[in-house]
């Protein structure tokens, strides 16, 4: 099957930085979509960003706005997540996910078919 498995959240400060990492293995990750996508507290997942395979184009949600930026590199098989200017209404789990063998990102998380474990970022105030 395949593994995805996120690192580097924590605890930081508004207007911190932080690089979250998911590390894909055991499938060929590498020909689809890899997203972010985000859950607080009482809330849906939400879409993040979303890198889609050879050609690199990126997607992010309105939120956003400039502060993020996914990466992937195939040669570690990962995929990261540079949150700059990082505000309190950020706090939440972010997940890794998967859409294998999909050029086109989704938004909405059912589209996705592999999910990891969730890294917990919290921005205090």
């Known amino acids: 099957q395949g593994q995805l498995v996120e690192s580097g959240g924590g605890l930081v400060q508004a207007g911190d930085s932080l690089r979250l990492s998911c590390e894909a293995s055991?499938?060929?990750?590498?020909?689809?979509?890899m997203a972010w996508f985000r859950q607080a507290p009482g809330k849906e997942r939400e879409f993040v960003a979303a890198i889609t395979p050879f050609n690199f184009k990126t997607y992010y949600g309105d939120f956003v706005a400039g502060r993020f930026t996914i990466s992937r590199d195939y040669i570690k098989g990962t995929v990261d997540l540079q949150m700059n200017s990082l505000k309190p209404e950020d706090t939440a789990v972010y997940f890794c996910a998967a859409k294998p063998g999909s050029w086109f990102p989704g938004l909405l998380a059912n589209e996705y078919d592999f999910w990891g474990q969730g890294t917990q970022v919290t921005v205090s105030s």
């Open positions: 055991g499938r060929r990750f590498d020909r689809g979509v």
